[in-house]
């Protein structure tokens, strides 16, 4: 990806018409683009890798797998979160890690390892370089330096279970090539985030992700079935059956880890064949109240669309969901919903013949597919547009929680106050909207989006606008009963809020975890453990 925005610079997204008429009437941005720090502009913190441990590493991988160039280092500088792209316009010193080391082995990971234990070197493990909450920057604590480990190499389909449908990947294979590997053989593995283009497998369960079809094929957690992780005190092979009473479930203990207990190198995920047919049906409700309602019963009736969403009044007012028309006619009033159904021809029919009935009897108005079909052709785009925005002047930004469905219209709201507030005191209006994105028999998750006016003369000025406004709404979520990160993770960010999610004794746990694991401490510090 682009070092200073997301993904392809081919598939940038300039503001439209409707977008910058939007920004001036709602929020007062002119959207003039400001120019941005090209590559040769930048200046990059120099590398504190001494060269006795730069030798030495390169001696494990080989000296074409060890670089200490600017242009290597900058490219996994961090993630892509609002914070990381801000920091990227400032001219003054860019960090970034010491040296970016890409293993071809599991052996060359536990050499890795052991060395930079006996010699104080933090190391970062670095997938597809998605990461919002701040779990890829070079933090080093009390370390000489930091290096990260990409895992570029562990690309391949490693073996192929069609009878049992279980697919072994390596944990540097991105969410297109793990489709086109297993869709050659007639799989797929059916996880889609948004960060699907780039991410990995190793990082879709470092980060226990959740995709867009989470409806039909569950969280990639529910799809994990085991994995190998290289940690500073050994190896770990997890997961010998569909389910066991063997005790706690260790391969809990590396999902969701984020590198901090060890390098997760390959991962046994379950597949399915290639879905012969897909179904698509957009609905409008009155309110998002009556609209939440109705996907609790569908979830809670067991009807099994693959994927249903809900976008709330202001996001379905601005055609967010629909992203290639923002800020122009909107598709409908109210509350739009979209539903999606693969499997076979029969089972599509009768999933959807049974969804639609239950949604039609809470209250909802059919809009036919094409608002479906257009969200799915534009549902992985959204992140470009926000890259425009920042350029123009607005401050752009995500966060997502979860909590029971009788709780989530109160924390929706205190979310959304807690934002339009702290963003008011910053000097700006704020443009609020949410959606349901993921579905459970007992809760939801919601997922805001925020645009304001930036704030500031500087970089560091919008950083901290910006870091208000999310603290707000991180304590109004812990304060509202909901969960600190449903599917973004952890990382440097939500760090602070850990012990109220899972409590002292809990951080203990984690912290015993960790001292066992990697007792030097090198594994991804300041990310995950308060």
Not at 122 to 149: E, K, M, N, Y
Request: charged share 20%; proline share 5%; hydrophobic share 40%.
């Amino acid at each position: 990806m682009k070092w200073n925005a997301w993904g392809d610079p081919a598939a940038a997204k300039p503001l439209s018409d409707g977008i910058r008429a939007l920004l001036a009437q709602a929020l007062g941005v002119t959207a003039t683009t400001r120019p941005e720090l090209q590559l040769d502009e930048v200046r990059v913190r120099p590398s504190s890798l001494t060269e006795p441990d730069r030798a030495a590493l390169a001696d494990i991988v080989g000296t074409a797998h060890c670089s200490v160039e600017d242009r290597a280092r900058l490219l996994r500088a961090g993630g892509k979160s609002t914070l990381d792209l801000l920091r990227r316009t400032d001219p003054g010193e860019q960090d970034a890690p010491d040296a970016v080391l890409a293993p071809g082995s599991e052996d060359e990971i536990t050499e890795i390892l052991r060395y930079c234990s006996e010699h104080g070197i933090a190391v970062v493990p670095f997938g597809g370089g998605t990461s919002v909450v701040g779990g890829l920057d070079p933090i080093r604590g009390p370390f000489s330096a930091a290096i990260t480990l990409d895992l570029r190499r562990f690309d391949a389909l490693l073996d192929l279970d069609e009878v049992s449908g279980e697919a072994g990947l390596g944990a540097g294979v991105t969410g297109p090539r793990a489709e086109a590997l297993l869709g050659e053989r007639g799989f797929s593995l059916g996880h889609f985030p948004q960060s699907f283009q780039f991410a990995t497998i190793g990082g879709f369960a470092a980060t226990r992700s959740s995709g867009q079809d989470s409806a039909g094929y569950g969280r990639f957690d529910d799809m994990i079935r085991g994995l190998t992780a290289v940690t500073p005190a050994g190896v770990l092979d997890l997961g010998r059956a569909p389910a066991s009473a063997a005790g706690p479930d260790l391969r809990q203990l590396i999902v969701g880890s984020e590198g901090v207990f060890g390098i997760i190198t390959r991962v046994r995920v379950r597949v399915h064949p290639v879905p012969a047919t897909t179904r698509y049906e957009a609905w409008s409700f009155p309110d998002f109240a009556t609209g939440a309602a109705a996907l609790r019963a569908v979830v809670q009736t067991g009807t099994g669309p693959t994927v249903i969403r809900l976008s709330d009044e202001a996001e379905t007012g601005v055609n967010l969901a629909t992203t290639d028309h923002i800020g122009e006619q909107q598709i409908t009033g109210g509350c739009l919903a979209i539903t999606l159904f693969e499997g076979t021809a029969e089972h599509t029919e009768s999933r959807h013949a049974e969804t639609r009935a239950l949604l039609t009897a809470h209250g909802a108005t059919s809009l036919g597919e094409a608002p479906a079909r257009a969200w799915e052709q534009g549902r992985f785009s959204a992140p470009y547009l926000r890259d425009a925005l920042l350029a123009a002047g607005a401050l752009c930004e995500t966060l997502e929680t979860a909590t029971s469905w009788s709780n989530l219209e109160t924390l929706k709201a205190a979310v959304t106050t807690a934002l339009t507030g702290a963003l008011a005191e910053s000097g700006t209006g704020a443009l609020v909207m949410c959606h349901i994105s993921h579905v459970y028999p007992t809760g939801a998750s919601l997922y805001f989006t925020v645009v304001a006016g930036q704030r500031g003369a500087t970089a560091a000025e919008v950083m901290a606008q910006w870091a208000a406004a999310k603290t707000a709404a991180s304590e109004a979520i812990m304060r509202t009963g909901g969960t600190i990160t449903h599917h973004h993770a952890v990382g440097a960010d939500h760090r602070p809020w850990m012990t109220d999610e899972v409590g002292a004794l809990g951080v203990e746990i984690l912290r015993a975890v960790k001292a066992s694991l990697d007792p030097a401490g090198i594994l991804n510090p300041g990310k995950l453990i308060p």
